[in-house]
T-cell receptor, first 110, second 114 residues
Framework: QKEVEQNSGPLSVPEGAIASLNCTYS??????FFWYRQYSGKSPELIMF????GDKEDGRFTAQLNKASQYVSLLIRDSQPSDSATYLC??????????FGAGTTVTVRA | DTGVSQDPRHKITKRGQNVTFRCDPI?????LYWYRQTLGQGPEFLTY????????KSRLLSDRFSAERPKGSFSTLEIQRTEQGDSAMYLC????????????FGPGTRLTVT
């Protein structure tokens, strides 16, 4: 079983719509969860992190965590063409490493 | 800019050659990580250092790979006798030990083995 799994996508949304990305993880003891954005040919960039059950909002991004269901999601509101990228979900394990999902590619149509 | 830097950004080499990559972390960060990313996958952990000590190595890191961080500052990753399967983006990240979850990535070194 993979440590982190994401919807493979690709996900195509019209400009101004909400993009919804999902991620599940296998280690029930995981405490810290991250969303990275990666533009094609570039390195991952941290955009959100969440530790507590519930929602965390930062600008147009909302991260949601449900530890009982081992589920993390990211909502991108008012999607813009500049949001077109691959979004990586990551879990912090063993106090040193990030375990990443394979990523979901999002395309925002103008 | 005081972010993580990596050199070179691109490397093309022939199978069987040795290659070495360098990473300079954010100056106050005492942890340094190496990850590898292949097309369509997320980054995979390879190894990490706290100061100059290499504390963990993934089983992905075969004995052809070696990493050093001699003075607890920059790090090098060497691949000996490269194989086509080594073609990937090699990413370096750094963090503070007390905030190991907050890792900042460098631009990566893209390796192509022909």
């Amino acid at each position: 079983q993979k440590e982190v799994e994401q919807n493979s996508g690709p996900l195509s949304v019209p400009e101004g719509a909400i993009a919804s990305l999902n991620c599940t993880y296998s280690d029930r003891g995981s405490q810290s969860f991250f969303w990275y954005r990666q533009y094609s040919g570039k390195s991952p960039e941290l955009i959100m992190f969440i530790y507590s059950n519930g929602d965390k909002e930062d600008g147009r991004f909302t991260a949601q965590l449900n530890k009982a269901s081992q589920y993390v999601s990211l909502l991108i509101r008012d999607s813009q063409p500049s949001d077109s990228a691959t979004y990586l979900c990551a879990v912090f394990l063993n106090d040193y490493k990030l375990s990443f999902g394979a990523g979901t590619t999002v395309t925002v149509r103008a | 800019d005081t972010g993580v830097s990596q050199d070179p950004r691109h490397k093309i080499t022939k199978r069987g050659q040795n290659v070495t990559f360098r990473c300079d972390p954010i100056s106050e960060h005492n942890r340094l990580y190496w990850y590898r990313q292949t097309l369509g996958q997320g980054p995979e952990f390879l190894t990490y250092f706290q100061n100059e000590a290499q504390l963990e190595k993934s089983r992905l890191l075969s004995d052809r790979f070696s990493a050093e961080r001699p003075k607890g500052s920059f790090s090098t990753l060497e691949i000996q006798r490269t194989e086509q399967g080594d073609s990937a983006m090699y990413l370096c990240a750094s963090s503070l030990a007390r905030q190991g979850y907050e890792q900042y990535f460098g631009p990566g070194t893209r390796l192509t083995v022909t």
